[in-house]
């Protein structure tokens, strides 16, 4: 297919053929689940290449992710896809209202590279579920799992109905530069607002998952060796290249010698007196950015890890201690095996302090008190987050993923990643049986007759 014409030969494919059936839909997925497991080995090979991701990582949050997400989808798009019959009031008698859920047609993903396979595949699996044709654009960053991608694609749909296209920010452009019915985009902030200009130009709906910092509160009632494991956890998986990783953490003054102090063992534990020769520990992406994280890291105010080899693409797990807002370090989102602690005096200032903020992607409060919690809520506009926990708020399909104002719009995962790619065609439908006239001019004296249906 020629990449400059793909939406719109993929555009008259949809309009002369019709969105696909729901069983076929179904035999899709079911295809595209059987040979994900039948290719489990290659793609966690692809994905330890290009980011040194254990199998473990690499299943959980990659592989096993996607299969739960087929197997949610598969259950219940039948009765996603289902017509919805809703109320109609009194004043359009007899009449009957329907919402009939449909494709948006041919959608675009456009996909990162920290989790290459997740956020590549699932988009796409709810937007065929949802009927559309979809072309799919894997990062540039990540060959190896880019090209496992396109094969595993390939041989599961036919091109008229999902498309690879490899290649970077040339064949991006080529491809928003066309009227997609859909696009869905999930990467940094500033390639975010290129897509939605390209988009304004032929109107088409966005999703948009991009970053920013996502704050970590630690309240005085913490359990403070269970907040330090647990932020750890979520930080250093996958090197930190995790857009929900928390981006800092805020601590009490205090306490804060004690929190590095856990955190410390928590990375022991983890990763060993080395990380480097750690099979569990993950790689960054490429030179440029080892060497963009490097220029954050402060070895004044290092407190654990801070060593690197270029070579390797390795950077320890560093923690940074004593850090302010004025530090390089809380100047862009880290992305990188890098957690600046920030010492705070008081709660009530330290939650002014990230509210004032952009909007986060996410938000993790460590306490154990209910009206900290609900204060924190209220006062905070943030994507999502957690309580008592870091990152898992994205592993349950029934809570909606996606970021607010400048981390994003939109969100996806079970549900709504089929709803994200669906039109709901909202349809009245009347009696021709008889014709109530209270509608038509003249309409001298219906007024009053109308009021007494109204409220
Ligand atoms: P990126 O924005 O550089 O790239 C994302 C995609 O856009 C890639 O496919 C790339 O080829 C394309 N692209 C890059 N520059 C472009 C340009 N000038 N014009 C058109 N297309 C272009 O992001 P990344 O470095 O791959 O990923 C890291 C960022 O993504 C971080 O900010 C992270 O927080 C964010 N992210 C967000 C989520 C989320 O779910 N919200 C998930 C993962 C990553």
């Given at each position: 297919?020629?990449?400059?014409?793909?939406?719109?030969?993929?555009?008259?494919?949809?309009?002369?053929?019709?969105?696909?059936?729901?069983?076929?839909?179904?035999?899709?997925?079911?295809?595209?689940?059987?040979?994900?497991?039948?290719?489990?080995?290659?793609?966690?090979?692809a994905l330890a290449q290009d980011l040194g991701k254990s199998s473990f990582e690499a299943y959980v949050s990659e592989i096993g992710f996607i299969l739960e997400e087929i197997a949610f989808t598969l259950e219940h798009v039948e009765e996603w896809a289902?017509?919805?019959?809703?109320?109609?009031?009194?004043?359009?008698?007899?009449?009957?209202?329907?919402?009939?859920?449909?494709?948006?047609?041919v959608v675009l993903v456009i996909s990162p590279w920290n989790y290459p396979f997740q956020l590549c595949l699932s988009p796409l699996v709810g937007a065929?579920?949802?009927?559309?044709?979809?072309?799919?654009?894997?990062?540039?960053?990540?060959?190896?799992?880019?090209?496992?991608?396109?094969?595993?694609?390939?041989?599961?749909f036919p091109e008229n109905e999902v498309l690879v296209v490899l290649g970077g920010v040339a064949e991006t452009q080529l491809l928003l530069s066309q009227a997609f019915d859909y696009i869905f985009f999930t990467g940094s902030s500033a390639v975010g607002k290129i897509v939605m200009r390209a988009a304004a130009e032929h109107l088409t709906p966005v999703?948009?998952?991009?970053?920013?910092?996502?704050?970590?509160?630690?309240e005085a009632s913490a359990n403070l060796a269970l907040a330090a494991r647990r932020c750890a956890w979520g930080k250093f998986l996958n090197a930190g290249q995790t857009c929900v990783a928390p981006d800092y953490v805020l601590v009490p003054r205090e306490l804060q010698e004690r929190f590095i102090e856990e955190l410390r063992s928590a990375i022991l534990n983890f990763y060993g007196f080395d990380p480097k020769t750690s099979p569990d520990y993950g790689r960054?992406?490429?030179?440029?950015?080892?060497?963009?994280?490097?220029?954050?890291?402060d070895s004044n105010k290092t407190s654990v890890g801070g060593s690197s080899v270029r070579a390797d693409r390795y950077l320890a797990p560093t923690v940074m201690r004593d850090v302010v807002w004025a530090d390089p370090v809380m100047a862009e989102e880290i992305f990188g095996p890098v957690l600046?602690?920030?010492?705070?005096?008081?709660?009530?200032?330290?939650?002014?302090e990230v509210a004032s903020r952009p909007k986060p992607l996410a938000l993790y409060l460590f306490t154990e008190r209910e009206a900290v919690k609900r204060e924190v809520i209220r006062r905070v506009s943030f994507g999502g987050g957690c309580v008592n926990d870091t990152v898992l708020h994205l592993a349950n399909p029934n809570l909606p993923f996606g970021g607010v104002g400048p981390s994003g719009m939109g969100s996806y995962h079970g549900r709504k990643t089929f709803e994200t790619f669906t039109h709901y065609k909202a349809l009245?439908?009347?009696?021709?049986?008889?014709?109530?006239?209270?509608?038509?001019?003249?309409?001298?004296?219906?007024?009053?007759?109308?009021?007494?249906?109204?409220?």
């Open positions: 297919m020629n990449l400059g014409t793909i939406a719109a030969d993929l555009q008259t494919e949809h309009r002369t053929s019709g969105p696909l059936q729901v069983s076929l839909r179904k035999k899709r997925l079911t295809a595209l689940r059987d040979a994900i497991r039948r290719n489990e080995a290659l793609l966690s090979d289902n017509e919805i019959r809703v109320a109609t009031p009194m004043t359009l008698f007899p009449g009957k209202s329907t919402i009939y859920p449909g494709p948006y047609g065929v579920a949802a009927g559309n044709r979809v072309v799919v654009k894997p990062s540039e960053f990540v060959p190896k799992t880019s090209s496992a991608i396109s094969a595993l694609l390939t041989e599961v999703t948009l998952e991009l970053g920013g910092k996502s704050p970590c509160l630690i960054i992406v490429s030179e440029a950015h080892f060497d963009r994280l490097l220029k954050l890291v600046p602690v920030l010492p705070y005096d008081d709660f009530a200032t330290a939650l002014n009245f439908e009347q009696t021709t049986a008889v014709d109530v006239p209270l509608r038509y001019p003249p309409y001298k004296g219906k007024l009053s007759w109308l009021k007494l249906f109204l409220r």
